[in-house]
């Protein structure tokens, strides 16, 4: 897999997913909200004629969200979709050596980048908990 990665911001927290997995990054949309979902989920919307979930990922990482999101990133695997909320791309580049411990069971590891720890999302564990709450 290939070492580049898409880096979001989330609240103050740095992440990154491989770019891999990572379809479109665009503005956040309107969403319609979807009766008896979980507390992750914002809604559901229209992506060229397919629905799309879209979760807040502070929610999914258990971080405080403060304002409202202005990004969707729609991430797939194994052809499963879904758009995450988040507050800014803030860059798409290959990562230096994740060697850092991660203290989620949702990151693979991190990485030291100019002084900020960035967490690595493991996407397969990611959306196996999204399809656990679901």
């Not at 891999?20 to 665009?26: C, I, P």
């Not at 503005?27 to 979760?55: K, Y």
């Not at 969707?72 to 499963?80: H, K, M, P, Q, S």
């Not at 230096?96 to 980048?113: C, G, K, V």
């Amino acid at each position: 897999m290939s070492a580049v990665h898409v880096q979001v911001r989330v609240g103050t927290e740095l992440y990154a997913l491989p770019v891999a997995h990572v379809l479109e990054v665009g503005e956040m949309r309107a969403l319609t909200v979807a009766p008896g979902a979980s507390r992750a989920t914002l809604g559901v919307c229209n992506l060229r004629g397919d629905l799309l979930a879209v979760f807040d990922l502070a929610t999914v990482l258990g971080l405080p969200r403060s304002n409202a999101p202005q990004r969707l990133l729609v991430a797939e695997r194994g052809g499963t979709r879904a758009g995450f909320a988040v507050d800014e791309v803030t860059d798409v580049d290959e990562l230096p050596e994740a060697d850092q411990e991660a203290d989620s069971e949702l990151l693979s590891s991190a990485a030291l980048i100019d002084g900020s720890l960035v967490g690595v999302i493991d996407v397969d564990r990611l959306f196996d908990t999204l399809e656990r709450a679901a």
